[in-house]
């Protein structure tokens, strides 16, 4: 079965600091991979979707980037947080399916810049 | 701006009741639906989907969709304490494979 790992659960980081959120799917090939983020009150916003190792589109242009390095892995990282970063982050991943392939999610990471 | 509208709630409901909840959705190329359940500080969890026009039940759980009026629902029969979360509908916006859009939900309370 297929399996997402996304560390850490929890981080606490000043403004201004460095951000690597790793995620990683077990069990499957080829997956779409997803970061979205929830903050405070509002719904879910997608920040960047890959479709294959090397390929990241980006939906919302912010100080973050993301980056797929092997076919299983999806990285969101930042050289500079700022105070708005702060919220749920959620790795998920889909198959290629036609457009019946829900997403699955990983644990979340809850960031706080302080 | 493809949108997906939910009534935020909070929706009270006593146990053992049923409980409806409800989504539109602004594009009408859609053509799959999604309902999550989100406990607090918890990710979401997948319950439901649906493709087709009518009803589609699984368990306590049955999920309406139609695509005419663009709205699609979920109901709850027997409702337990447990199902106390925020239910998040999820809309595939433009027929594209890789873009969900996501309603902000509505937190349903389900009371002893």
């Known amino acids: 079965s297929q399996t997402i790992h996304q560390w850490p659960a929890t981080l606490v980081q000043p403004v201004g600091s460095p951000l690597s959120l790793e995620c990683t799917v077990e069990g499957t090939s080829n997956p779409n991979l997803y970061w979205y983020r929830q903050a405070a009150g509002r719904g879910l916003q997608l920040l960047f979707y890959?479709?294959?190792?090397?390929?990241i589109s980006s939906e919302v242009p912010q100080n973050l980037s993301a980056s797929r390095p092997q076919d299983r892995q999806f990285i969101l990282s930042s050289k500079k947080l700022l105070l708005s970063d702060s919220g749920f982050y959620l790795c998920a991943w889909n198959l290629l399916q036609g457009n019946n392939s829900p997403l699955h999610f990983g644990n979340g990471t809850r960031l706080t810049v302080t | 701006q493809k949108e997906v509208e939910q009534n935020s709630g909070p929706l009270s409901v006593p146990e053992g009741a049923i409980a409806s909840l409800n989504c539109t959705y602004s594009d009408r190329g859609s053509q799959s639906f999604f309902w999550y359940r989100q406990y607090s500080g918890k990710s979401p969890e997948l319950i439901m989907s649906?493709?087709?026009?009518g009803d589609k039940e699984d368990g306590r759980f049955t999920a309406q969709l139609n695509k005419a009026s663009q709205y699609v629902s979920l109901l709850i029969r027997d409702s337990q304490p447990s199902d106390s979360a925020t239910y998040l509908c999820a809309v595939n916006s433009g027929g594209s494979n890789y873009k969900l859009t996501f309603g902000k939900g509505t937190l349903l309370t389900v009371n002893p």
């Open positions: 890959s479709v294959g190792i090397g390929q």
């Open positions: 649906i493709y087709s026009n």
